[in-house]
Structures are given as C-alpha cells and as structure tokens.
C-alpha cells in the first residue's frame, strides 16, 4: 500500500506543476476542468509515469497540458515541450507530403509506382505492376506485415525495399487491409525521387517550418535534446524503463520525434482544411482526399478492440488516418506505438476539434479513452467512463492472452530431448529475407543471436524445439524449431515460423 500511495502522490505533484494553456476557453471552463480531473485519476488507473495532451477547438488551442514525469521514480516533469516519438501518427504526414505533389501536378494518385521508382520489385509481378501512389499509403497490397525487415534486422532502407521482392502475398491485392509499415518507406522514396529531397527535409521545409514546429525532429538521429521522455513497459505489473525504440529504418512510417505543443500545430491545421498562419499546406480538394474513407476495413481484427465498446457502423482507412462513426460523427485518428511510446492523433473538422495525446508507457490505451472523454466532453455531450470500460477491456484481452498461451504450454510433451548433442546445433544459419542467425553452444547452453542485434538465450522445450528468450526482457519468448537433413544433420531453423538454412 505505501509504494502504491507514493507513486500516487508522485503523479499528482507533477500534474499540478505541469505547464498549462488554456487561452480564450471560458466556455469550456467546465468541461476543461473535467477533463484535467480525468486525465489525473486515468494517470494513475493505468499506472503512466507521464503524458502530454492538447485539445483544439473552433480555430484554437484550448487545453494544453502535461501530467507526470518524463522518467519513473524522476521529478523532471512531462509538459507540452517533452519530446517524445510521434511513431504512426507520422503517417498523416507523410501522406499530405504526397498530395503536395499531387497538387504541384509532379505525380498522381493513380499513377504506378513503378513510374517513379522503376527497380522497385514485389514477389508478384502483376502487383509489381498494378501498384498505384494511392496503394502506398492504405495498407492494401496484399502484403502481410514485414516489420522483422526493420525490427528484426539493422539493414539500409533500400535493402528493406529490395528484399520486399521475397516477401511472398499473404492475401490477393486489394482485396482487404493489413497494416504495412514498409509501403509507407515506398511513399518516402518517392516524394524524394519526384521532388529532389530527401523525406526528411521533405517534411522539414513543407510542414514542420511552415507551421512553426521548432521542438519536431523527423528523425530520432536529429534529437538534441534534454526535455526527452523515457519509454516504460507494465511488465507482469510492474512498470520498468526500456530502451528507446527508433524508426529511423522506416521514417516516412514513424521517425518523427516531437512535443504536444508542436503537434497541436499539426492537428489545429488539419482542423481546417490544412489552413495555417500565412497560407496552407493542400488545396481543399487534396486535403479532403486525405480524410476520405479510401479502404474499408472488413476485417476486425485489423481494427482497434475499441470497436467492441463504440460500435462503429464503418470503420475505414483514408491517407495515413484511420476513421470511424461516433454519435453521428466521423472521427479521423491515428494511433502511434512504439516500444514504450504511444500517441493518437484525432481530428473533427465538421466540429472544429482535434485532439493530441504523448505518452510514455507502451500500449497503454488510455489513449484511446481521453480520445473519446475529449469527444463526449466538448462534441457529443457523452458521459461514459471510457478509461473504466476501456481498462476492463483491454485486461480482458491479456487474460485470454495467458489463457490461451497457458493451453498452448499445456501441450507440450514431457520428458523428451534434442535429437543431437547440443552443439551439433551450433553454426550460422541464413535466409535472404530474414538475414543471418548464429548459434553457439556453451557450458550445455544455446545461445542465438538474430542478425547480430537480437540475442537469445535458448532453453529447451521438446524434441527439437527451443523457447528463445531475448535479453529484452519485455519481449516475448520465441519458438525455435531445428529441423533435420536426410542425413541426420541440423538442416535448418525456424524462428516464429522464419526459416533459416544452416551453412
């Protein structure tokens, strides 16, 4: 009991020093007032060390405000200047910097890929082909998720362009949505092939400097900074610090580092059909492609668990923004996670509102909560306790997730070992998509090491097969398959299904 009042008392400190802005909003007063209140006690029910938030409405920055700390068990505050990674919510951005070339008359939305970047290859040729702008940007391909291609490997971005080629379709080309963070790299190469600059400096002169966005860095590599927060991770109920997580690999997907000051920037001009100070960033036309339902999301699990509580009657994906219906409105957000990092990006423009939140501990969905707190509070006039609702429900998902993992290690079969000698394991197995894997033996003991950046200490479990823990100790263990030649030998391993030939 004393640790928990502590860290309540901590969080309550802070929140209470924390910079706040709040101009012109008298007519809000009580829904702000509101609002704080349930940001304070939703800091604590999720156990945050901190967070940063900001509310636009009719033209204005309303509420700006930071609750907590930077770092767990620290006293520097989390305000509305901590940097912190924006990670998917980068997406949006990268989106308006293809249609600034649409609307420059430098490509179209219908136009190839291949138009553009002629080398860039897929595993099907028609698709290779087929594949439009606008496919980069909404998850269609037909291509299922190849994130080990930045989170498993420490390789180039064109060398992640260029095994794309081996990643064969999980499903037929348009026929559905998985979300791909690659295809937004695609996007990135492009705006610098057709503008002569690279991304980053893309989104530096078109959008961060135009909109004032001094504290926003569009990568991790450009951060020099020391009001940065640190990612946490609730791991079996216990909140520890983690290493920061970069996208730099990726950066048109999720590099962007910055404050909630400057993103209030960001959402109040795409409140307004990309109006700011001094001019705009799209063409009305563009700017409402960005936010029109272009895919339909058929499936739910490709959706936010949210949905088994807000009951959506469509949910769809526009230009680098999920949306759905609430109450009769159609929301436009985006959620960003990285390791240890979360954020949501929200815009109404039909109500003149936006919402920003930052965030530093991994998939903690109170997000989505104030989310829609700040909806109920000053659109709708709802009064539902999303962070209660939403808290059961996501503790709902972990327990199935034990249970069903517990089911699983219920099958294993006892009493068996490793066909060979363990060091007949030992060696250096590769793949030309999933990279190089080493395998050493030691004092009785398998230790692997994924493309020199992921170690693993392997224990077994049956016959052949291993579960590898990483030295990340709030990553998940893996199942490592060996398999054997004709000839008695180690042929292989799979590592989640991930096959590698042992040389």
Same mark, same amino acid.
Not at 203 to 213: A, D, H, S, T, W
């Given at each position: 009991m004393k640790i928990i009042f502590s860290y309540t008392l901590i969080f309550l400190f802070i929140s209470t020093i924390s910079f706040s802005q709040q101009k012109n909003n008298s007519q809000y007063s009580a829904s702000i007032k509101a609002f704080d209140a349930y940001c304070q006690q939703g800091l604590i029910d999720w156990k945050m060390p901190g967070m940063a938030v900001a509310i636009i409405k009719d033209g204005k920055v309303i509420f700006e405000k930071g609750y907590g700390v930077r770092k767990l068990n620290g006293t520097d505050a989390f305000d509305p200047q901590t940097i912190f990674g924006i990670a998917s919510t980068t997406k949006a951005m990268t989106a308006a910097c293809i249609a600034m070339l649409v609307d420059e008359g430098k490509l179209q939305? $219908? %136009?190839?890929?291949i138009k553009y970047l002629p080398d860039f290859q897929l595993y099907d040729s028609y698709v290779t082909r087929e594949l439009q702008v606008r496919d980069l940007l909404l998850h269609n391909s037909g291509v299922g998720n190849t994130d080990y291609l930045w989170g498993n490997m420490d390789i180039p971005s064109d060398e992640i362009l260029h095994r794309m080629r081996l990643v064969e379709p999980t499903y037929s080309f348009r026929s559905g949505f998985i979300y791909q963070n690659i295809f937004y790299l695609v996007a990135g190469? #492009? /705006?610098e092939k057709v503008s002569g600059m690279p991304w980053d400096k893309f989104? !530096?002169?078109? /959008?961060? /400097?135009?909109?004032? #966005?001094s504290r926003t860095f569009p990568l991790y590599a450009n951060v020099n900074d020391s009001n940065q927060a640190t990612p946490h991770f609730n791991l079996n109920g216990t909140i520890i610090e983690i290493d920061m997580w970069r996208a730099d690999a990726v950066a048109p997907a999720g590099s962007v580092f910055s404050c909630v000051d400057d993103m209030s920037k960001w959402i109040l001009c795409m409140c307004d059909s990309s109006k700011y100070n001094g001019g705009r960033l799209l063409s009305p036309d563009s700017w409402k492609q960005l936010l029109k339902p272009q895919e339909i999301i058929k499936d739910e699990d490709e959706y936010y668990p949210t949905q088994t509580l807000t009951h959506p009657n469509f949910t769809a994906y526009g230009y680098g923004w999920f949306q759905q219906d609430y109450m009769g409105r159609k929301i436009n957000f985006h959620t960003g996670s990285l390791d240890g990092d979360i954020a949501i990006a929200c815009v109404i423009p039909e109500e003149h509102f936006g919402f920003y939140i930052l965030g530093n501990l991994d998939? @903690? !969905?109170?997000?989505? @909560?104030? #989310?829609f707190k700040s909806i109920d509070l000053f659109v709708t006039g709802g009064n539902r306790d999303w962070s209660r609702e939403f808290l059961k429900l996501y503790q709902s998902i972990k327990d199935s997730s034990k249970k069903y993992q517990k089911e699983a290690d219920a099958k294993r079969v006892l009493n068996t070992k490793p066909t060979l000698p363990l060091e007949n394991y030992a060696g250096t197995y590769s793949s030309p998509l999933y990279g190089e894997v080493v395998v050493e033996e030691n004092n009785n003991e398998l230790k692997m090491n994924i493309n020199h950046i992921l170690p693993l200490t392997l224990t077994h479990?049956?016959? %052949? $097969?291993?579960?590898?823990h990483y030295s990340k100790s709030h990553w998940l263990p893996s199942m490592i398959l060996f398999s054997l030649s004709t000839e008695g030998k180690i042929a292989s391993v799979e590592i989640d299904g991930q096959k590698f030939v042992k040389q």
């Open positions: 939305w $219908t %136009d190839p890929v190469q #492009m /705006i989104v !530096e002169q078109r /959008i961060f /400097i135009p909109l004032g #966005m998939h @903690a !969905e109170l997000r989505h @909560a104030l #989310m479990w049956n016959y %052949d $097969t291993f579960k590898g």
